[in-house]
C-alpha cells in the first residue's frame, strides 16, 4: 500500500481481555517500530524490529505486552490481561532501514485507539 | 534514561505570526527529528537534522541543531490556520536506532 495501516481504527475492550493490534508497514521497508502514545503526550518507545535480528523489546512496560513480525512485514501487539492504564493510541512506524542519513526516516500509520474499560 | 524537554507545552498563535519550539536534552544526540501530528493522525517527519550546527528549511519551517548536540529548535514564520497541531522533536542517541521524543508543543489558533 502506499503507507502504513494499522487495524483495528479503534478498540474498546474489558479489563482482563487479551488484544491484537496489527500493522501493515510500507512494503520494502524492513525496519518496524511500535510506540504508545497516552493522552496529550509524546510517543514512547515500545518495540523494534530490524529485518531478521533480534526484537529490541527494551521499551515494553511488563511481560503482559509482547510483538512478533512475521515474514518480515506485519507486525502485530498482543497486550494480554488488559488494565485501564493501557488505555491510549498505538503507533506503528516503518522505516527503510536503519539510521543513518535518509533511510532512516520513519512514517506512522494511523493508530489504534484503544480503551480499556 | 535518556529525557527530552520540550516548551513550550502549548502555544496560541495569530495568522502571519512567526513561532518558535524548542527541545533540550540531557544527553547528546547524533540526529534531531521533527513530526508534526493532526488529531486522529500518526506524525509525519518535517525536517531531519544529522550534524551539529545544521540549520535546514523546509517551506516556511526552519530547523537547527544546537551545537552541543543537546538542543534543537524549530521555527514557523507567517504561521497559517494550518499550522495548527501537536510538533515533536525526536532525537536518536548515537548508539542504537530507538528514537525519544518530547512531550509535544499543541499550537493554537488564538481566538
Known amino acids: 500500500g502506499a503507507g502504513v495501516s494499522q487495524s483495528p481504527s479503534n478498540k474498546v475492550t474489558e479489563k482482563g481481555k487479551d488484544v491484537e493490534l496489527r500493522c501493515d508497514p510500507i512494503?520494502?521497508?524492513?525496519?518496524l517500530y511500535w510506540y504508545r502514545q497516552s493522552l496529550g503526550q509524546g510517543l514512547e518507545f515500545l518495540i523494534y524490529?530490524?529485518?531478521?535480528?533480534?526484537?529490541?523489546k527494551s521499551g515494553l512496560p511488563s511481560d503482559r505486552f509482547s510483538a512478533e513480525r512475521t515474514g518480515g512485514s506485519v507486525s502485530t501487539l498482543t497486550i494480554q490481561r488488559t488494565q485501564q492504564e493501557d488505555s491510549a493510541v498505538y503507533l506503528c512506524?516503518?522505516?527503510?532501514?536503519?539510521?543513518?542519513?535518509?533511510?532512516?526516516?520513519?512514517?506512522f500509520g494511523p493508530g489504534t485507539r484503544l480503551l480499556v474499560l | 534514561g535518556q529525557q527530552l524537554n520540550q516548551s513550550p507545552q502549548s502555544m496560541f498563535i495569530q495568522e502571519g505570526e512567526d513561532v518558535s519550539m524548542n527541545c533540550t536534552s540531557s544527553?547528546?544526540?547524533?540526529?534531531w527529528l521533527w513530526y508534526k501530528q493532526d488529531p486522529g493522525e500518526g506524525p509525519v517527519l518535517l525536517i531531519a537534522?544529522?550534524?551539529?550546527?545544521e540549520l535546514t528549511s523546509n517551506g516556511r519551517l526552519t530547523a537547527q541543531f544546537g551545537i552541543t548536540r543537546k538542543d534543537s529548535f524549530l521555527n514557523i514564520s507567517a504561521s497559517i490556520p494550518s499550522d495548527v497541531g501537536i510538533y515533536f522533536c525526536?532525537?536518536?542517541?548515537?548508539?542504537?536506532?530507538?528514537?525519544?521524543f518530547g512531550g509535544g508543543t499543541r499550537v493554537l489558533v488564538k481566538p
Open positions: 512506524a516503518s522505516s527503510l532501514g536503519t539510521p543513518g542519513g535518509g533511510q532512516e526516516t520513519q512514517y
Open positions: 512494503s520494502g521497508h524492513t525496519a
Open positions: 524490529f530490524q529485518g531478521n535480528s533480534a526484537p529490541d
Open positions: 544527553s547528546i544526540f547524533n540526529t
Open positions: 537534522l544529522y550534524k551539529a550546527g
Open positions: 525526536a532525537g536518536r542517541a548515537a548508539a542504537g536506532n530507538k528514537l525519544t
